[in-house]
């Protein structure tokens, strides 16, 4: 039998994790069957497995013994109404080996292979054969485990600077595993590249990794060193991940400073190049506010990988897969914090820790221990 992580909402606000067992398919003439050795919790599984992608203000119930339930204010039930009693599979993203391959895919079978989007808090799973990321010869699938999520995340933010035509990024929580990874792709692609982080020791971390432009948000100096940053870069596209609080604006008005100080003359709508804001995570769960100091020419949006994936097409997504494979041990290596079984992720004092999502501390689930 397999084994499977289910998240389910009642609509009087008591949520239950737990394992369940189903059965393995046989796979189809396209499909393979692969066997789940490592899958690394992500802030968009938190967001699955309990509906927020912030779980800190959340009082937990339950033993390891007892069901593991949460219990949500009503607000927050009502907002989830569309999850309602239904038992939700999660796990983004995973490595594995196939066991078992459909008459069209044999030749995969035995190749140690990475899934996205695929539900792999899981034992096995069945998927189609030409969604499989097959790695190179040596890798393993705890090597591979977070392949794709923050690979395929960094890559598609310097996708999106190409296609919208920006020659610079700012990105924010920069000492993250996706940070550390969107460094070293803008290092060796020749892209300037401005890191916001908060504490000492991550500015330390990335200058250790070949950083330039590193920033501490709670230094006194930070606003003036991020427009003195943007000048030099030309940078008009940002990152958002904190979501929350006034960064967005801050970044925004340090890039119509810098602007400003190169333009020829005054307008009262600001300077007239577009200044981008993507909003790609959720550290903060408060409202995004801003004052409006940078005249009219800027965007605030939400990003996501998947559309970028969608635009660049077959041949792209194919040159993405193949990057990933080949640097897998180097530009888009993750480090874990510790490992667990798919038991201990629906248990209280692990639940209490993974969803802190802080950098440094990622979790990864281990399906086949006991």
Known sequence: MNKEIRSTLSKEGTLTLGVIETSIPSPAAHEVVVEIHAAPINPSDVGVLFGLSNMISIDLIGTTTDPKVIKYPEGIVNHMK????????????????????????????????????????????????????????????????????????????VATMKMENHTAIINTAAASNLGQMLLKVCKADGIPLINIVRKKEQVDLLKSIGGEYILNSSDNDFKAKLIDAITVTGATLAFECIGGGDMAGQILDAMEKALASKADNYSVYGTTTLKQIYIYGSLNQ?????????????????????????????????????????????????NFHKSISLEQVCEPDHILEYVKAGSGKKYLVKPQLS
């Open 82 to 157: 569309g999850r309602w009693d239904k038992p939700l599979p999660s796990g983004n993203e995973g490595s594995g080996i196939v066991v078992e391959a459909g008459s069209d895919m044999q030749h995969l079978k035995g190749k140690v292979v990475s899934l996205f989007g695929a539900n792999c808090f899981a034992k096995y799973r069945c998927v189609p054969g030409q969604s499989c990321m097959v790695m190179n010869e040596g890798t393993t699938p705890e090597q591979a485990a977070a392949s794709c999520v923050n690979p395929y995340t960094a890559l598609g933010m």
């Open 286 to 334: 408060a409202p995004t506010t801003f004052s409006r100091s940078f005249g009219l020419y800027w965007n605030i949006g939400g990003w996501l990988v998947s559309p970028i994936i969608q635009k660049l097409g077959v041949e792209g997504f194919m040159t993405m897969q193949k990057r990933v494979a080949d640097e897998i041990h180097t530009t888009f290596k993750s």
